[in-house]
């Protein structure tokens, strides 16, 4: 018997909403039938709340959307994290599952949880912890034995070697990477291209010119 597909609302009309929605389509054609139901995109911006994206439904913002589909599952797709997070608590009686690409690789002893997004080409090894509402971007990598803290978001190509800890709402630019056990604090960005090769403070910015206070 074929499962009945379940309806999904991206909240965020913009490139990872669009990427969000590739995903899904992806997963659905692996799974060889619909797992999702796009029903729409959600967004804040005025501008989006009519017509199409990506070729489904504008539904008007994230609060008109979801009570024309009380029973829809979300997906904040929102690469800011403060944003992200401010979204999600709007919502907290809402299913927000992990979607995952069906070309990453995530090891049966790693860890996801709720509004996670691993996207096409991406790795979480052995024994990883993701946080809540991560984002692991398109070919990036999350080495073994590594802690990511909620609301964080891993740009494309980025590889955290193993041990690593990321705390809340931490940035890595694109294809900016760890030495095994660095701990990255909270709110740190470490900008793109740049090397962490020791622990970065709560609250900075490690970029090739050095480390800034936010």
Known sequence: MT??????????????????????????????????????????????NASTFA?????GSPSI???????????????????????????????????????????????LRKGDF???GAVVST???????VIVNARAGVGHDSLVGDYSNLCPGVSLSGHTTLGLF??????SCTLPGVVVGERAIVAA?????RNVEPGTTLSPFGTLKI
């Not at 009380?70 to 709007?90: C, T």
């Not at 927000?96 to 690409?101: E, L």
């Not at 024994?127 to 509402?133: E, I, M, R, T, W």
């Open 65 to 111: 959307a979801l009570k024309r589909n009380p029973e829809a599952s979300v997906f904040v797709a929102i690469g800011e994290n403060s944003v992200r997070a401010r979204i999600v608590g709007r919502f907290p009686d809402r299913e927000f599952p992990p979607i995952v690409d069906p070309s990453a690789l995530v090891a049966p002893s790693a860890t």
């Open 55 to 59: 070729g489904y439904p504008l539904l």
């Open 127 to 133: 024994g990883v912890d993701l946080g809540s509402f």
């Open 118 to 120: 691993i996207a096409a």
């Open 193 to 197: 291209g740049t090397s962490a090769f």
């Open 170 to 175: 931490v940035l890595m630019g694109t294809n």
């Open 3 to 48: 499962a009945m597909a379940k309806d999904i609302v991206i909240i965020g009309a913009g490139g990872l909403g669009s990427e969000v929605a590739w995903t899904i389509e992806r997963i659905n054609a692996a799974a060889g039938e619909p797992v999702w139901r796009i029903a729409g995109f959600a967004d804040d911006d005025s501008d989006r």
